[in-house]
């Protein structure tokens, strides 16, 4: 499925947190999207979730604009992985992901085996399953973010946003997640501070103070120009001669 976002304006206060963004993800695509902090990223996010209803400019599923869609309708399409997403007291983590079936449960709909079955592969996605019974505030930070994203893949979208989905995740967990939603077949916009991680999405976008500067390939868009002017960082890019992949190592802030 296409996601859009067609010039798109956020204003808080008289403060533009987004500024004029156009953006078209296509179906299956992984896409990235880098920034400095406070360069938008999250707030684009919920827009591209139908969460903020943009004044001017608006976000499109296909060639359906979100506001005219359903919250649920959007729901059964779109999983988002917020970056601090609410606090789910007494709850287990079975139960917590077992949310992810929300929107498509209705009294003609009730919980069925198949909705079992569909929380237990996504506690198996995220290594989870073992943790099944605990209750969430007992968890660890990186076990939280894993419980969300098995929440997020119960939600079986077509659409999944991640919001700096690894950053609390150890560094197997971190690759394996990433793996996990390359391989997925869905149309997907993940938010992410580790540029090295960013290199392996299909395209990247840049956010810079609300504009999405540039738009392409990582290897055309992350630069050692852009890594200077963007995020202030003087950095070398390395050739992996074990397989020709671009390593960024960076030196020192501007
Ligand atoms: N409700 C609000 N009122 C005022 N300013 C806000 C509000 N929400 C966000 N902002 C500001 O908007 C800017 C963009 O925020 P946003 O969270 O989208 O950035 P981000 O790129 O995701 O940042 P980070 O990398 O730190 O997560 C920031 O300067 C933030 O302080």
Redesign the pocket.
């Known amino acids: 499925m296409r996601l859009t976002a067609e010039r798109v304006d956020w204003t808080?206060?008289g403060?533009k947190?987004l500024d004029d963004v156009s953006l078209m993800v296509a179906p299956g695509e992984t896409f990235g999207l880098i920034?400095?902090?406070?360069?938008?990223?999250?707030?684009?996010l919920r827009v591209l979730a139908g969460l903020r209803k943009p004044k001017n400019g608006r976000a499109l599923l296909d060639d359906v604009p979100m506001s005219r869609m359903r919250q649920r309708d959007i729901a059964q399409t779109i999983a988002f992985v917020e970056?601090q997403a609410e606090t789910l007291d007494r709850i287990t983590v079975q139960q917590a992901v077992a949310l992810g079936r929300t929107p498509f449960l209705s009294p003609l709909h009730p919980w069925s085996d198949q909705d079992d079955a569909i929380v237990s592969r996504a506690l198996d996605d995220v290594s989870m399953r073992h943790l099944a019974d605990r209750l969430w505030h007992t968890l660890s930070g990186g076990e939280r973010q894993r419980t969300h994203i098995a929440r997020a893949l119960a939600q079986q979208p077509r659409i999944l946003l991640l919001d700096?989905p690894t950053n609390h995740l150890d560094i197997r967990h971190q690759l394996s997640i990433l793996q996990l939603v390359k391989q997925l077949p869905l149309t997907v916009v993940i938010?992410l501070?580790d540029l090295n991680q960013a290199m392996n999405c299909d395209r990247i976008g840049v956010?810079e103070a609300g504009r999405l500067v540039d738009i392409g390939p990582p290897r055309q868009v992350l630069t050692v120009d852009r890594l200077r002017r963007t995020f202030g960082v003087y950095a070398d890019i390395l050739d992996d001669p074990i397989d020709h992949s671009r390593v960024m190592r960076f030196r020192n802030a501007v």
């Not at 920034?35 to 684009?44: D, E, H």
């Open positions: 808080v206060h403060h947190l920034g400095p902090n406070g360069s938008g990223k999250t707030t684009l970056q700096e938010a501070h956010m």
